[in-house]
Nanobody, 114 residues
Framework: QMQLVESGGGLVQPGGSLRLSCAGSIVIFRIYEMAWYRQAPGKQRELVASITTTGHTNYVDSVKERFTISRDNPKNMVFLQMNSLKPEDTAIYYC????????WGQGTQVTVSS
């Protein structure tokens, strides 16, 4: 059964940085457009960033110029570099296929607080 495993979250002060990682078993990421999503308490899950198979990226306006999505196809991993973090970035972060999501992983908690 395919599993997605997200890691790299934690508690960070405003203005700080974190790098999230996503690894998958069984499925080969390189043939899919991949994305990072987040879900804040009491809110719906939202798309944060996506990356096509050829490396073209898209971001929600609220994270542009601060977050960078990337992929390492040989290692079958996807990453999210998050800089200049704000309290409103606090959420559980998930990776998944951009379209026709697989089963969701546990996610990784990101908390931005002083």
């Amino acid at each position: 059964q395919m599993q997605l495993v997200e890691s790299g979250g934690g508690l960070v002060q405003p203005g700080g940085s974190l790098r999230l990682s996503c690894a998958g078993s069984i499925v080969i990421f390189r043939i899919y457009e991949m994305a990072w999503y987040r879900q804040a308490p009491g809110k719906q899950r939202e798309l944060v960033a996506s990356i096509t198979t050829t490396g073209h990226t898209n971001y929600v306006d609220s994270v542009k110029e601060r977050f960078t999505i990337s992929r390492d196809n040989p290692k079958n991993m996807v990453f999210l570099q998050m800089n200049s973090l704000k309290p409103e970035d606090t959420a559980i972060y998930y990776c998944n296929r951009r379209y026709n999501s697989w089963n969701w992983g546990q996610g990784t908690q990101v908390t931005v607080s002083s």
